[in-house]
């Protein structure tokens, strides 16, 4: 039939030869693209499955996994007595993973109580992100958190980290600064031992199904967290809250710009205290501003006015130019000096040198100093430690302001010996005056005691360094005797305490002009520097107050507070009257001592008694210990504090007598408890 058709249709069989022909071609065009990629998807196969198996394992193991940063718990700071003054706990954080929200309107609606966002403010803070997690809000406690899982809100997570909290609230808070909410210090010890508070960040593994959930049994620990070093603090607890209280009251009376007060242990540099006004509650860091951080002890530089003047004697009183006997004419309150006139508050004629320094005489300070060579009184100043921080470990310390001689105008010898044309910091007036008070050998000042591990065990030590000898034993004593006799009889007798001898300089200094130059019209610092006992120093305290409203005198703005922070610390360390018949009872106002009673803390009448029998004990029952630390501070007994909350027994019973050094024992027990 092929040939009949072919002979037929000859040109038919051409074509349709042809036809198969390309077909054939195509198919096997075809089935080689088909074998190449059945063998190119069996080579990849065969690498994913044998040449990369590895990798790809590790691959899916990683999209399973989402590492997690396990913050540490930071360390204690403690007070000398190891009560702690900052403190860390563990607190939830509301977290969200926004794929795994499938109505997100209605998810926001019920957090936004928790979260304390508006519904608006959380949809878009998760819309806005593309982070697996995105936080809502930091610093919830167990309880809420709990509540938040009953919800049973899908996407919904929680994250354990350490927040920080200051018990003490305002108490030292410019001494320990703060934390940021990523365990990190900004201000004060916080920043400046950040790196043994903070510790070392742990590291999670946490395995996730194919939806996305944690799977809690695999979660795998690669790295612990470990907790930040503990630092105790020189500090007493009680001895700051006196010194605050006492600041408190210059800011009540006088409405200063500013005020400070340091306390030092002046035979060893340890720091009892380091007040300042204003301050701020570390636990509450949105309320205030950034200048309340500051600690004026340090950072704050002012001209000391007369309570140099010490510096200056001791001075001339190891030149052995003049003696605490020697009489100094003081020209009758005027003298010129260098072109400019010297004043006196007070015209004097001839009086001692040691009456130079109890009235504050500028014409006989000057007079005197004037026997010395401008470098001799430059080293001096230099050997008391004014003109370089003094390293007591503390963030911000100003090294204070003292000029070489070389730089010295004829003015000069007639400025400085009274406290003019040179800077100071409250600490170095207070390592300077401690180094009167330990028999002339100047402390180094420290602020930490020690480091310790997290389970409280010894990393780093820091004990009394002695930096250098001053003046010699015999001219600390007889600058001494020159200081106490400020408080007796000349202008620091606000600061005198009955029954003790103490020490000490009034100063009135007006107040530099830092933008202009020259001075702030009627802007003065009042200052008090001194030591208790001055028999046996157990305590050095300034007290500075930058322009203080209506008094401003040092003399009656600063000593005042002195006296009551000194006489706290003789009660608190059980220090007894080295004169106790100078003691006697204090009289009596508003029912307790001139102080106004809360209503909560109004005195119990206690037995009738004779007036003429010395003081008496009241009943103290039902008062915080604040109240009653203030209200007994003024009598010279061994106080002993049991528990906190609020008075419930005391011995002596209400209406005993209260003799010198006599223990004091007052329990306190919490309304809760």
Known sequence: MRDDLARKFPASLLIDEKLDSSSAFRTKVCLCILIVGFLAVAVKLIVIQIV?????????DEQ????????????????????????????????????????LEEAAQKLSPYAQMSPNQIVKKISSSDLYLVYLRRGLDVQTAEKIKQLNLKGVEFRSESSRRYPKGTLASNLIGIANIENKGIEGIEFRYNDELAGEAGKQILIRDNSRREIVALTQTVKEAQDGNHVVLTIDEVIQYITEKALEDIV???????????????????????ANRPTFDPNLPATFKKEKLR??????????????????????????????????????GAMRYHGHTFNDVHPYGEITFSDVLAHSSNIGMIKVVSLLQPQWLYD???????????????????????????????????????????????????VAFSAIANEGVLMRPYVVSAVLDSD???????????????????????LTKMLVDVTNSGTGAAAKIAGYACAGKTGTAQKADLVNGGYCRGKYVAVFAGFVPADDPVACIVVMADSPKGKYYGGSVAAPAFKKIAQGILNRLEIPPTNPEEQQPPEQKDGWNGRKLAKKETLKQAPSRNPSDGPHMP????MTIRAVIESLSVYSIKLDLEGSGIAISQSPAPGEALRAGRPCRIAFKRKDA
């Open 456 to 478: 409280r065990a010894p990393l780093k030590q820091f004990a009394p360094q002695a930096l250098r000898r001053v003046i010699r034993p015999a001219t600390a004593q007889m």
């Open 64 to 103: 399973r996994k989402t590492a997690l940063t396990v913050q540490p718990r930071r360390g204690i700071i403690y007070d000398r007595n190891f009560v702690p003054l900052a403190t860390s706990i563990v607190q939830e954080v509301l977290c969200v993973a926004p794929h795994q929200i499938k109505d």
């Open 252 to 274: 009540d009376e006088f409405d200063p710009e500013g005020a400070s007060a340091v306390v030092l242990d002046p035979k060893t540099g340890e720091v009892l205290a380091i």
């Open 619 to 622: 009943d103290v029952r039902g």
């Open 52 to 60: 990369q198996h590895d990798f790809w394992v590790r691959y899916v």
């Open 295 to 332: 600690n004026r002890v340090v950072t704050d530089v002012y001209e000391p006015g007369s309570t140099f003047k010490p510096i200056a004697a001791a001075a001339a009183l190891e030149h052995g130019v003049i003696s605490p006997d020697d009489r100094v004419y003081c020209e009758l």
């Open 380 to 430: 001096y100043i230099r050997n008391f430690g004014f003109g370089e921080p003094t390293n007591v470990g503390l963030p911000g310390e100003s090294p204070g302001i003292v000029h070489p001689p070389s730089v010295w105008s004829g003015l000069s010898m007639g400025a400085i010996p009274i406290g003019q044309e040179i800077g100071a910091t409250s600490l170095q007036l207070a």
